[in-house]
């Protein structure tokens, strides 16, 4: 498993890592025993230059670093080259460096000759090879090969002549069908078959099939994937690797992957990556999407543990996700003893039930606690009677409307009544809207009393309709997420009114902090000065 | 192709179609060449019902309905099941029957033995024969063949020899690789080979594989793919027919796809689906994502444009997508020369930029048109100078909060102060949150002078946040679905306030419905009674 999640991935569109994220997700690929990471291009900004230096501090045992540049420019020899020279700089184990298969790309965009291509490409093989272990991927295979198969041969064999130790066939425009990926990469080990040299695939999902391409690379005899956890990457992204790990070590039993460790981490994984990169999760993401084993109403739990195995291709369990019943009578069943556990309920069976009944009936209000864990908390603490309020709504308001019709500006105020103990606290605020007002009123009016929520902001906000079908008088469901700079924390609420559906989960946000400060140590007496 | 958007996609999680979206979709498949649109499962819910009785006034052209149930139940004749009865009440041309082939499901689930399970098969498809084609999903059949190939191959035979027309292989569980689907269809098209009956591939995608799977069974000789429009569907989807029907047009020249209609139409078909279906886009979405063919910065358009082949598979436009190099949009110009069309814009070359420049100005602050058609022929008039608005908005208040904090009872009330020619309407609403207070207000404050704005009603209400990565100050995206009874009609509005972008999106519909008619014949006057 070769990862570039650092480097491919990151020409994802809106994905943007800091140096501290890319850090943290070399530490984590490791972990789960991915064999190379690929960390950054160093010649293109400074920020990978400076992976590269800090990525020497951490211990990623047996994986290897890798950096990735391009092969010298025409005219110059290699060792005066830039590129060269900040992949040298890199002190990886590795160096992953690309060039050009196709004569045309060669000719018509590079503007070189054939023969200077393949010499840019061994000189430049060479000179690395002093230096670390070298991967050649050859940009546009398959297209090149289409067209000129003699010379898309020649460039790998500059490449293995020059040191090369891996070849990896790239189907870099991801246009290319399996048939043509089987029959390619056979014709490429035949054309080497006197390199002592290992093949790698690198597929991009342009036409949905990279998942297959690098399956069948692997079956005609390549033994590397470069992917990008959960296939995040440019245009329609790379190859995700979570997807090629769980069908070749559940799928394929001629295949060891991650070293023979289990893939119970594959789940977690690929949240915290999304988590880094600030994306959406993809719910329907094969195998470690939170719909990947969700079983929609009418169907009884008992038949589904009677005979998982009829609606479920694998144990969920063994990439780490888990198994959902949406919407019948025992929806997040996993949940509450996930959660149970993590709240020392123990064996305490009615309470397990009265927990479960409040999730019924919450979930048929349109309620959903996937990422609203921090509401789910206060849930459990609130049935099982530990939950003490911070502080109680007397009353809040909201007026908005125009005001500037012509240019369409709209204002929003808020006017928030709290009782903190026995003292009241009376605030108002303005916003972009009446959320934004709303939010800026309660930590407004609360920050007397618990100036801790200075902290506290809200990095997202999502509205969604439940019931779309009784136009504007449908269920809104908001969610929240949270961050006081340390941790993030998602609260949701749902009402057919969207200020008070916010409301809650701007309430819940807020009794999550102080409730997690309160068992962190006693807290402090509210101070009774009013506002 | 055989589309099951309406019924297999509605199973996906967070998936819920009204009556009217039902009708709208099928109306979409049939005009872009699908022959096959299954409408749903009439015995499981009324509106399915009410669907196969209005889809009946639509004109579909060649496209086929289909209704799905099951096979009948066991020790019952097929006449007097429930299923076999609502399958034959709904009146279509098709019938797609599922019924078993795994042995270990048959006995172990549904506790039938296995000469009743392929009495029930043969007798159901034997009973549909008589009212209308049979289609019959094999469900399970890759998973029951490689637990009894024998018995397998003998369901098969159960439905052809009792008049099912067409077989299809269903991989249910979404764990079949590429080798195996392969295989096992050649191995069902020749335990079949004394009947004359065609195969259909019914994937799933929950090894990222249904694409793949899908083509690899059209390779072994199967004639039909069922699957829905962005893959949505249970847990990880169905295949994405998009992805199918571009990868058979464009790459697999031995086949034709949509009766040899071009594919242009493919983006916008599957933005309308998700609109409709409130989902968020997948914007790494193969084809016809937003970033299927977007470029990260720092790339020269004209590079691109000298050598698009080393950067796209395909040419976007083939289905209707568009490159973008992203920092500088060009989004908008398919559909806005599809508009211009029907409005007779001709030639005029600076309407249509001053039309393209409003768009991209309107799309950078978070319109999309796709499904708020109605909202852009306004623009259309707006630009053109052919608008003029039936009142103008004096004022509009919302006022909302809590009324009981502790039950969580709300409200929300709205001022509403208009102009209609000379005459001050100003009114007030209560509703159940401030945008249905909002709605119902302005309606009240018109019907003075527009009593026909009487037979209008909000089907649909939808709110999206749009850049949600600072929190409740991010802009919202309202989108709505009114109807007279006669016409349904979407609408847009954004802003940073909600009640703005809600306020925006109903004079639109308000706006709508009057020029609609003022179209139609002279505009009586209005009337100069205030309220």
């Not at 590795?94 to 050009?100: A, D, E, Y």
């Not at 999902?205 to 033994?223: C, M, P, Q």
């Not at 769980?246 to 119970?264: D, F, I, M, Q, S």
């Not at 998602?490 to 969207?498: A, F, L, M, Y």
Request: proline share 2%.
């Amino acid at each position: 498993m070769y990862d570039t999640t650092l480097r491919d991935g990151s020409q994802g569109e809106g994905v943007s890592f800091s140096l501290q994220d890319k850090l943290n997700i070399a530490q984590r690929l490791a972990e789960i025993g991915i064999e190379f990471i690929e960390g950054g291009y160093p010649l293109s900004n400074e920020k990978d230059v400076a992976f590269f230096e800090k990525v020497r501090d951490l211990d990623l045992g047996n994986s290897k670093v890798c950096a990735f540049g391009m092969t010298r420019r025409r005219s110059m020899k290699a060792e005066n080259d830039p590129g060269m020279k900040a992949l040298v700089a890199a002190g990886t184990p590795c160096c992953t460096m690309v060039g050009k298969t196709w004569d045309y790309h060669a000719t018509e965009v590079l503007r070189v000759t054939l023969d200077e291509n393949l010499a840019m490409i061994g000189e430049s093989a060479e000179f690395l090879a002093k230096h670390s272990e070298v991967l050649y991927d050859a940009e546009h295979f398959f297209d090149g090969y289409k067209a000129n198969p003699k010379y898309a041969i020649e460039t790998l064999r500059a490449a293995a002549s020059a040191g090369a130790k891996w070849l990896v066939l790239c189907d870099t425009n991801g246009g290319s069908l399996p048939e043509e990926v089987a029959a390619i990469t056979t014709a490429a080990r035949e054309g080497l078959s006197d390199y002592d040299v290992q093949f790698g695939i690198h597929c991009h999902n342009d036409s949905e099939l990279a998942v297959a391409n690098s399956l069948t690379a692997l079956d005609a005899g390549a033994t590397q994937v470069q992917g990008t956890i959960n296939g995040i990457g440019e245009r329609c992204g790379n190859v995700d690797l979570i997807a090629i790990i769980a069908n070749l070590g559940l799928k394929k039993p001629n295949y060891e992957v991650l070293g023979g460790r289990p893939l119970t981490q594959l789940t977690e994984l690929s949240r915290f990556v999304y988590e880094t990169a600030n994306l959406q999760w993809r719910g329907n993401q094969p195998f470690v999407g939170q719909s990947a084993f969700a079983h929609k109403g009418g169907m009884h739990v008992h038949a589904i543990n009677k005979a998982a195995k009829t609606y479920e291709h694998i144990d969920p369990e063994l990439v780490g996700n888990e198994r959902r019943i949406l919407v019948s009578e025992l929806s997040g069943r996993s949940n509450i003893e996930a959660v149970a556990g993590k709240h020392n309920l123990g064996e305490d069976k009615e309470l397990m039930n009265k927990i479960l009944a409040e999730v019924v009936r919450l979930e048929n209000q349109g309620y959903q606690f996937e990422s609203a864990t921090a509401s789910f908390d206060l849930l459990i603490k609130r049935v099982s009677g530990t939950f003490t309020p911070h502080f109680e709504t007397i009353k809040y308001r909201i007026v908005a409307g125009d005001r500037d019709v012509e240019n369409h500006v709209a204002f929003a105020e808020a006017i928030i009544k709290l009782k903190v103990g026995d003292t009241l606290w009376f605030d108002a605020a303005e916003g972009h809207g009446p959320v934004n007002a709303l939010d800026a009123g309660l930590r407004k009016a609360l920050t007397g009393a618990y100036p801790q929520l200075g902290e506290v902001s809200l990095i997202d906000y999502k509205v969604r309709v439940v019931d779309s079908a009784s136009g504007t008088a449908a269920s809104i469901r908001v969610n929240i997420e949270s961050t006081d700079g340390k941790e993030t924390w998602g609260t949701i609420g749902v009402s057919d009114n969207i200020i008070e559906a916010s409301w809650r989960a701007l309430v819940d946000s807020v009794e999550y902090k102080l409730h997690r400060e309160a068992a962190a140590s006693k807290p402090a007496l509210a101070q009774t000065v009013g506002s």
